[in-house]
């Protein structure tokens, strides 16, 4: 389901982007007719330049912005992926405990595990004001809690080894399980600044004025135009969507079976 502050942000966005970018090929038509009207069709033939530099511009940063939202896209899913191993590791190495110790923090690891699964199959709010998504703060509490109750425990029981071969590999496994849920909380917050959308927008909005201007000398078209703004209202909405993809149409959470099966392994 996707989360309804989430989608009428996005569409919003989009949407107004689809209207002013009609109204500004509108007007920038208009102002050509006028601009031809007063100094003849001549006067329109130096400006292609100064439009073909505007509109590589735009795709320039277009380019940019899905490449970048793409990658941010794939990376998310790769640490999910090195969440799972890295509680695999530590959950394997816990063997190298004696006696209750070992059972005792593979029961923990897994509590952790569900926590983990648990909390991106709560409902995420998304923030317009902060352009971000808004994870439960209590779950959070419990995983941190958890976290460190388990290195507490792996710590403690280390102490009481009698070599400590067992321990320079099992400590060093729990804190990548901890380093791994860092990453993903990072990922979360890795977005482009909201100048480079806001760029894109302008970007966009100015091209549609002088794709309009250039058409003041031929036929209008509509289904250009209709093209033209639908398309770059398209771009924009899938990049917005990508960049949360636990809240839009193109998730993630189709990954998480790497996390489920482990935890149904254990």
């Known amino acids: 389901m996707i989360e309804l502050a989430f989608l009428l942000f996005s569409l919003g966005v989009a949407t107004a982007f689809l209207i002013?970018?009609?109204l500004l090929m509108q007007l920038g038509r208009r102002m050509g007719a006028r601009h031809i009207s007063a100094r003849g069709e001549a006067a329109m033939r130096g400006l292609s330049a100064t439009e073909g530099a505007v509109f590589a511009l735009?795709?320039?940063?277009?380019?940019?912005a899905i490449s970048?939202?793409?990658q941010r896209y794939d990376d998310r899913k790769v640490?999910?992926?090195?969440?799972?191993?890295a509680i695999a590791t530590a959950y394997d190495r816990a063997d190298l405990l004696k006696g209750e110790a070992a059972q005792k923090l593979k029961e923990e690891l897994k509590r952790y595990l569900q926590l983990r699964i648990e909390l991106y199959k709560q409902p995420i709010e998304f923030s317009i004001r902060q352009g971000?998504?808004?994870?439960?703060?209590?779950?959070?509490?419990?995983?941190?809690?958890?976290?460190?109750?388990i290195w507490a425990f792996a710590v403690a029981s280390c102490g009481g080894q009698t070599t400590t071969m067992p321990c320079t590999l099992l400590l060093p496994a729990i804190n990548a399980?901890?380093?791994?849920?860092r990453l993903r909380s990072g990922a979360n917050e890795r977005h482009p600044p909201?100048?480079?959308?806001?760029?894109l927008f302008g970007l966009g909005l100015g091209g549609s004025l002088l794709a309009g201007f250039g058409m003041a000398a031929g036929y209008r078209s509509r289904v250009h135009m209709a093209i033209f703004a639908g398309a770059l209202a398209f771009a924009l909405f899938i990049v917005t969507d990508l960049e949360f993809p636990r809240l839009g149409i193109f998730r993630i959470s189709h990954f998480d079976h790497f996390l489920t099966d482990l935890h149904a392994r254990m």
């Open 68 to 70: 970048g939202a793409l």
């Open 58 to 64: 735009m795709g320039l940063v277009l380019a940019f």
């Open 79 to 85: 640490l999910i992926l090195q969440e799972a191993n």
């Open 20 to 22: 002013g970018s009609l």
């Open 132 to 149: 971000g998504a808004i994870y439960s703060a209590g779950h959070l509490d419990k995983i941190a809690k958890k976290k460190s109750d």
């Open 177 to 181: 399980v901890n380093e791994t849920a």
């Open 194 to 199: 909201q100048i480079i959308y806001v760029m």
